[in-house]
C-alpha cells in the first residue's frame, strides 16, 4: 500500500512561478515511478512528466521547458518546480505512484494562474 500526498498548490500571477510537492509513504520502496498529470476544468487529465525509481525523468512534449521534475531520495520528496505560468496552466494537480500496473493517487492540488 502507498499513499501519496501533494501540497504547494495556490494562486500565483502570469509569468510566476511554483513548487509542488509531493510524499509518498508506506511500501515506497515498491514504487516503480512517480508522475504528476493534471486536470483543467473540463478536460481529461493529463500527464505533466514522470521520474522512474532509476532517476529517469520524461516530460510531456507539451510541458517540455517550463516544468521540472526533481526528488529528495532522503525525504521521499518528488517535485514539480513550474515557471513562467500561464493562465492555461490552471488545473488540479496530481501527483501518482506506479506499482506495477497499478496506480496510487494523491488528493490533488489546485493551480490557479490569474492576475
Known amino acids: 500500500q502507498v499513499k501519496v500526498v501533494e501540497s504547494g498548490g495556490g494562486l500565483v500571477q502570469p509569468g510566476g512561478s511554483l513548487r509542488l510537492s509531493c510524499t509518498a509513504s508506506?511500501?515506497?520502496?515498491?514504487?516503480?515511478?512517480m508522475g504528476w498529470y493534471r486536470q483543467a476544468p473540463g478536460k481529461e487529465r493529463e500527464l505533466v512528466g514522470c521520474i522512474t525509481s532509476g532517476g529517469e525523468i520524461h516530460y510531456a512534449d507539451s510541458m517540455k521547458g517550463r516544468f521540472t521534475i526533481s526528488r529528495d531520495n532522503v525525504k521521499n520528496m518528488v517535485y514539480l518546480q513550474m515557471n513562467s505560468l500561464k493562465p492555461v496552466d490552471t488545473a488540479v494537480y496530481y501527483c501518482n505512484g506506479s506499482v506495477g500496473s497499478f496506480r496510487y493517487w494523491g488528493q490533488g492540488t489546485q493551480v490557479t494562474v490569474s492576475s
Open positions: 508506506g511500501s515506497i520502496f515498491s514504487i516503480d515511478a
